[in-house]
Every structure is written in C-alpha cells, then in structure tokens.
C-alpha cells in the first residue's frame, strides 16, 4: 500500500506527484513560450512521417488558452490521483499512447491534417490508473469512471459533435477512444508480465 | 518523405516570421479626409454601425454612419476605404431632409460632373467611387453647419470558405503604401459617439465555433447548429461643446475644431475586424447551387460553389524555392523579424535541399547567388546577409520577380514564393508583362498578399495564372491557422488544369473565365447563366501529378427561383473582374470599357468605371435619370426580409450523386471537456479518500 496521504500533500514531502508536476510545468512553459499550435511542433496526420517527434510533441501543445488549461488540470488532477500508485508507469502509459494515437490520427483517421492535444492520451492514463486501482483496491468505482469517460466518447462519436469544449481546434474523441484502448491495453499486457 | 518534412517546417516558420512582422506594420485607417496644410476644419464620424449578414454563399454588409459639422461653416464630408475583397457596392443611400434617398449608378465621369454641379449649387448630393484596387471613397455635400449627415453603404462579396473554415474580413486598415494619399490627405478615423459591429451567420452547414481574434470584448452567440451572433460595440464620451459657436466674422469666437485628443472616442477605426467560423468536421465534398430565376421562361442566374473532398497526397520529390521578398520603404519596422524568420528556416534545411533569396524594392538583388546548398557554413553566411540588409525605396516588383525566375533548372520543379504588401511603382508596372515572364518557366508563384493596399487584382491573376495560390493576410488575421492552411497546400499534391463543364442545360456567360489550380481546402465557386429547367451533367476535369482527374455529378436546375436576387450582382461583378483582368493585361480598349459601364449600370455597381450618384428625388427626374437601382434594391430588400424569417435551406445539389466520396479536409485536436475536469475531481476525493482509510 501507499504511504501517500492527502495531508502530506498539502504540507508538502517528497510524495509530491513530482512526474506530473514537472509535465504540467513543461505543458505550461511550452504554450507561453512557443504559443497556440505551433506549426513546428504539432503533429502532422497528413504527412503522418514528418520529423518524427512529432508523434510526441503534438501532444503536448494546445490549439487555444482554454485548449490549454483544460488539460493542464486533467493532467494535474490524474496525477495527484496515480503517480503515487503508477509512479514511473506515467511515462511509460503517456509514451505508449502517444504512439497508438499519432497512429491513428496520422494513418487512419479520415483527412484529417493537423492534431495537437493532450486528452487523448490522459485517457489512456485514466484507463490505466483506473484498472490498477481497481485491482488494487477490488473496488467496482473506479470502473464506473472508465464507464462514464467511454460513454461520453462515444456518444460525442455517434452524435459527431463535441459536447461541453468548444476549442479553436475541433475535439476529435475517437482519438480519446484509442487512448482509452491503448490504456486498457497497455493494462493487460503489464498484468501479463507480471 | 524527409525533404518534404525539411520543406514543410521551412515554409511554415519562416511563414511564421514573415506574417509576425504585420503587427508591425505602420498604417493608416479608413476615415474622413482632410486635406493636408488646409485651413478646413474636420468633420466628425458620430456613429460608425456594421451589420453582416454570411448566408452560405455570400456575405450582405451594411454600414450606417452618421457625420457631424460642429463648425459654423457649410462642409464636404469625404470618407475613405479600403476596398474589400471580390466586393460589389450595391446601395449608397444619403438620409435628405430626413428621408433616405438611394444612389444611382452612371458612368464615371458623368456621376462627377453632376455631383460638382450639385455642389456647387448648395444641394445634397453624394457620390461613391472606386480608386482602383485600393479605396472606395464617398463624398457628401453640404453637411451643414452645426448639423449631421447620415449615410448607408451596403456591399456584397463571396463568402471565403478554406479547409472548412470561413473567414469575413470588415477592412479598415490601408496598407500605408500609397504615398500621395498619405502625403496629401490627413486622416481622422475616430468614432465619437458609438461603434457597433454586428455579424450574423446563417450556415446550412453546423458551424461548431466563431472566433474573432484580438476582440474578447466581443460576444459570440449561438442560436443554433448553423446560426451565430457576434456582436462589438462601444460608446464614446466627449466633453461638453464650447459656449460660444458664432461666426469669427460676427465677433464671436470661432468654433473650437475638433481635435480627437480631447475626446474619448467609441472606437479608432484603424484595424481589420475578423471573423472565422468553422464548419463541423467531417463534411462531405459536396457541390452546392443558389439559383435565380423569377421568370421560368427567361434567363437565370446560378452561382456554384464546389468543395472537393479529393485525395491529395504529400509531394514527396524534392523542389527549389526561391523566396522573393519585398524590402520596400513600407516594410521598415518589419524586417527585423523577417530576417529572424529566414534564419530559423535556413537552419531547419537538410544537406542537399537547395534554396535562393532574392530581395527587392527599386531593384532586384539577389544574395545567394544561384541555388546554395544548405550546409551550416551558407546557413549562417546567409542568415548574416539578411539581418544586414535595411528596407527602404520603392518597389519594383518585376524585377524581383524576373531575377527569381532566373537560372531556373528545369530537372526540378520550382516554385516561388513571393511576399509582399504594395503595389508596383518603380520599373515595369504592366500587367501583362508580368504574365509573359511568368509564362516563361514552369514555375508556380505562392503569394502572400499582406494588408489592403496590395494590388490584389494582378498579384491574384498572376498566381492563377502560374497555378499557384494567392493568400490575403490581413495584421488581424489569426496567423498560426493561416500559416498551417498555407503551407498545407503548399506540400500536397494540387488539381492543375481545373475545368467545370456543365451540360444537359443551356448555360452561358460563365465566370471566372479560368480556375487555375485548385489546392488542399480551396472551393471552387463559379457563376453564370441558364435557360430552361431540368437535369444537368456537371463535370470537374484536371490533372493531379500529371494523372487526368474526373469528378461528376447530376442534378435539376430549378424552373424559377425567388430567393436569392443579389446573385445577380454577384455574376456581374465577377464578370466585371474578368474585364479588368484583360484590360490589365491588354490594354484600355473600348468594348471592354463599355461592357463594364453598361454591366455596372444594369446592375448597380461600382466600378473602376461607374460610380453611384445620389441627388434630390427631384433632381433624379429633372435630370432623367431612371431609378434602375432603386427597384432593383426594393426586390432584394423584399427576398432578405422573407429569408431572415427562416432557416438557411441546405444549398447542396450533389445529394442523389455526389460528386466526391472524400469528405473535406480539417483539422482537429484533443481536448478535455469541463465535463470530464468535473469526473476526474470526483475520481480524486474516492481515490484520497480510499488512501487516508488505508
């Protein structure tokens, strides 16, 4: 079990979830620094190939400042709730979704020629850390989130419409579907190898 | 593959560079006039109101102002500005003795000489003409002393639609190049009273977000799927008027002028307001048709508008850009940031990428000297030159672009990119000279057409003519998203060759004459004439890669059709544009002047040839002028009212066939909603709840 507590978080300790401050830092720097989707750094789904650190670096900027803060405290609030549990594995889920959503986007969604963001991949992070805290704590709740973030997603899909963001850049949820899967997937393939 | 990735990131910062620099751009406004070192008071521009109304196809303006003459002298009010893009002045309405009186159009000089006389005889009269590409300027006279004048101006344009994206640009900002006006002419483009800019968007279409960058004090509302709201206004305040007004020759002080300084004004009009609005992702190419017809057995008139969804790939072969750069005089204070933006694109080049920089104002000078291989050493070599360089002088465009054209290898293909925010005033100025040089190579010219003060007609021409792309920038466009639609097209594939061919049905008097190239996002939107009614074969022929495309459809040309008159305009303006096209090109030759004169005259518009007159109704009798305009405004008055009661129709015509089975291209991004913020804070109490009971 963890030693992590909430009042240890407040009064500040070395259980800080420090990963996911210093990505929320680095988030943040990057829009003040470079601004709103930066053509040099977003992710490039019709030339899926292009400078290859794209695949990675589009996710981490944003089309707008709400684009931006939205998923600055999604970041910041997954964080909070798993590193303590996933601790290094937040790396390793963000970089693996990475890869499964540029591939999507990049290859197979239909015409689309831009991408930036990051919530499709803090929904691999929820379908990850959800899972493990499920297994951890036996508890069906953390289940019910997993639920209710994939009913909104495909609801969003089947209306074709975005509910509740209205970013400068169209939200595209089934690219927080595939990090849904790459999550879930990820989940199994750890609980393979161990 | 990777010298496309090398080229795309080079297009798009050193485009980045480029289009920061119109933030610094010095400019003039649209305003009233007064000429410099005259003892003439100012007039007041008390109220400035927009209303836009987008439907799908076209956007309606009207601009209401109100003029005021603090002064004890009768005055000539004289406002100025820029012409909008593809836009056709259809009404000029002066309020005489509290009535509105509606313009009629003549020819040029005819409109001028009553105006004057009219003037001259201390009876209201106004006129709206056209400064070539650059100003539509509008004269009223008398406003009277210590009394207002209001005016209505109302013009209609094409709506631009770009990989799913609308822009509508009000302009307002001139590009500071015209030197005489700026020598001549003092500006006052202050708002006293009140400002209000109002746009409604009706799109058949779901619309998902309106923005209007640098205004957060605007409001965006939605009404519904396709309809949005968007509303900026403001109120002035000025301080009370001095007591004593009488006349300096009655021994009373004279009339304090009005000096804008001592006053809070509602508004500067100084800026380009605007909007975008974005189209739901995923739509079908689709051809869409907005007919008019109010007689079934007579001629109609039908604007198409054609959004491909076609499959273009990323031009994977290797090119040679040769950027060809206007250091002109009114580019100082920019360049600075563009000599930054070449330095970052330079550094991003591979190896065996090859790249030239030619500079021009009064002459042509090129750095590179011939094609340069980007090895470190010439990156930093040349992005020295380039900082070192100072802007100044004229601009000689030809040359620019002659000495860009130069050593050409035709193993490569080439294209040039051009920016630039003036007109040609040093060297060759012809615009067919400029063809003929173009024609010379196999070569596609990209311009970026900054402000609006450019000669947009030619740089335009020019670019289709090469098969290229012209982009407007205007400093309040959002930069980052043209950027990105920009150097989209600029890496893909294209449809060269476009040709819309139309049978089944009679059609005639189609316009544009030629579409050129048609590339990633762009619509091709096409005007003309039919008679009858019943099934058409329409047909979008080109070539991609040098592999001949067919796109094909079938669909009904309605029998007769109400609704939309103002199209008629729209087919005749574009037509006009043709004509100044070939007089561009050709010369002033009487049948194309006089083919514009009649089409302005049938059709009330301003042309480069016909200006709009307005007189005492009296006066229109006496002098027999027919009131052609005035029925033709009351039948679009009458199709507005009854269209602004329902909902935009879907205008979509392709539905039973479509023409393309590739949806239109967009862009999109992963966001998280406040929703989901809400479920993963309640996700964190369980989670540190379930923590503080272990």
């Known amino acids: ?194 | 593959m990777k010298q496309d990735k090398r080229l795309f990131l080079q297009m798009a910062t050193y485009f980045m560079a480029l289009f920061s620099m119109l933030g610094l751009q010095p400019v003039l406004a649209a305003g009233l006039l007064t000429p410099s070192n005259s003892s003439l008071p100012a007039l007041e521009i008390l109220s400035h109101k927009v209303d836009v109304v987008i439907e799908d196809a076209y956007a309606i303006t009207r601009v209401e102002q109100v003029f005021n003459n603090p002064h004890s002298q009768d005055l000539e009010a004289r406002y100025s500005f820029p012409v909008p893009a593809h836009a056709s002045v259809a009404e000029f309405t002066l309020w005489i003795d509290g009535k509105p009186v509606t313009a009629e159009v003549l020819e040029k000089g005819k409109a001028r000489k009553i105006y004057q006389e009219e003037k001259k005889a201390g009876r209201d009269a106004g006129l709206t003409e056209k400064d070539g590409y650059k100003t539509f300027e509008i004269m009223v006279s008398p406003v009277r002393a210590g009394k207002t004048t209001r005016i209505r101006l109302v013009y209609i344009q094409p709506v631009n639609m770009d990989t799913g994206i609308g822009r509508y640009v009000y302009p307002l900002e001139e590009g500071g190049v015209d030197e005489q006006k700026l020598a001549f002419w003092t500006n006052n483009n202050k708002v006293k009273k009140q400002f209000d800019f109002k746009l409604k968007l009706k799109s058949s279409a779901p619309v998902d977000a309106v923005r209007i960058p640098g205004k957060s004090q605007a409001r965006v509302q939605q009404q519904s799927a396709g309809e949005w709201q968007v509303h900026l206004g403001s109120q002035g305040s000025t301080p009370a008027p001095a007591a004593n007004t009488a006349h300096p020759l009655e021994g009373g002080a004279p009339a304090p002028a009005f000096n804008p300084k001592n006053s809070s004004a509602a508004y500067t009009l100084d800026k380009d307001l605007v909007v975008y609005w974005r189209q739901k992702s995923g739509l079908p190419g689709r051809v869409d048709m907005v007919t008019y017809k109010p007689d079934a057995s007579k001629r109609g008139t039908f604007m198409m508008v054609i959004t491909p969804g076609m499959d273009l790939k990323p031009i994977a072969r290797g090119m040679d850009w040769i950027f060809v750069l206007d250091i002109s005089g009114s580019m100082q204070g920019k360049y600075a940031t563009l000599a930054d933006g070449v330095q970052r694109a330079l550094k991003k080049m591979r190896a065996n990428d090859r790249f030239r920089i030619v500079l021009f104002n009064s002459r042509a000078t090129e750095l590179t000297s011939g094609y340069v291989n980007a090895t470190p050493d010439m990156i930093k070599h040349y992005s020295n030159k380039v900082a070192q360089v100072t802007p100044g002088s004229g601009t000689n465009l030809y040359a620019g672009l002659a000495k860009g054209m130069s050593s050409i290898h035709a193993d490569r293909t080439s294209a040039i990119v051009l920016v630039t925010d003036g007109v040609a005033n040093v060297g060759e100025t012809q615009q067919r000279k400029f063809i003929e040089l173009l024609a010379k190579k196999d070569i596609r010219l990209f311009t970026f057409i900054m402000g609006n003060s450019a000669n947009r007609p030619m740089l335009e021409l020019l670019t289709r003519e090469s098969g290229g792309f012209a982009v407007s920038l205007s400093n309040s466009d959002d930069i980052v998203g043209q950027i990105i639609k920009a150097t989209s097209k600029v890496t893909h594939q294209a449809l060269h060759g476009t040709e819309v061919k139309i049978s089944g049905i009679k059609t005639a008097d189609i316009s544009p004459r030629k579409i050129g190239s048609v590339y990633r996002g762009q619509q091709i939107v096409l005007f003309g004439h039919y008679w009858g009614n019943g099934q058409a074969n329409v047909k979008v022929t080109g070539k991609i890669s040098g592999q001949k495309k067919v796109y094909q459809t079938q669909f009904n040309f309605p029998s007769s059709t109400r609704e939309n008159p103002e199209i008629e305009r729209l087919w005749a303006y574009s037509t006009i544009e043709d004509l100044m096209d070939e007089i561009n090109n050709f010369g002033e030759k009487a049948d194309m002047k006089n083919a514009i004169i009649s089409l302005g005259i049938e059709y009330g518009l301003v042309t480069d040839y016909t200006s709009m007159l307005v007189v005492r109704e009296d006066v229109f009798a006496t002098r027999n002028i027919k009131r052609a305009n005035k029925q033709r405004l009351t039948t679009e008055h009458t199709a507005q009212q009854k269209r602004q009661a329902r909902p935009v129709p879907s205008q979509r015509v392709d539905n039973n066939k479509p023409m393309f089975k590739l949806p239109q291209p967009h862009f999109g991004g992963g966001a998280i909603s406040p929703w989901m913020i809400m479920l993963l804070a309640g996700l964190l109490v369980i989670t540190l709840r379930q923590r503080h009971a272990d």
């Open chain 1, 1 to 194: 079990m963890s030693d992590y507590t909430f009042s240890q978080t407040i009064h500040g300790n070395k259980s800080l979830p420090w990963i996911t401050l210093g990505l929320f830092i680095f988030a943040a720097l990057l829009y003040l620094t470079v601004g709103a989707a930066p053509s040099s750094l977003v992710y490039l789904t019709d030339q899926p190939l292009v400078e290859w650190y794209r695949i990675f670096t589009g996710h981490w900027v944003h089309s707008d400042i709400e684009h931006a803060s939205l998923n600055l405290i999604a970041l910041l609030i997954l964080g909070v709730v798993f590193e303590p549990v996933l601790k290094k594995r937040v790396l390793s889920v963000l970089l693996f979704s990475s890869l499964a959503v540029s591939i999507w986007t990049g290859f197979l969604a239909p015409d689309l020629k831009a991408y930036c963001g990051l919530s499709g991949i803090l929904n691999s992070l929820l379908v990850y850390g959800c899972l493990t805290l499920w297994k951890q704590y036996q508890q069906k709740i953390y289940l019910l989130f997993i639920l209710l973030a994939a009913t909104k997603t495909i609801v969003e899909i089947t209306s074709q419409q975005a509910m509740f963001s209205h970013t400068s850049w169209p939200a595209i949820p089934q690219a927080h579907l595939i990090g849904m899967l790459a999550g879930a997937i990820q989940f199994y393939l750890t609980e393979r190898r161990t």
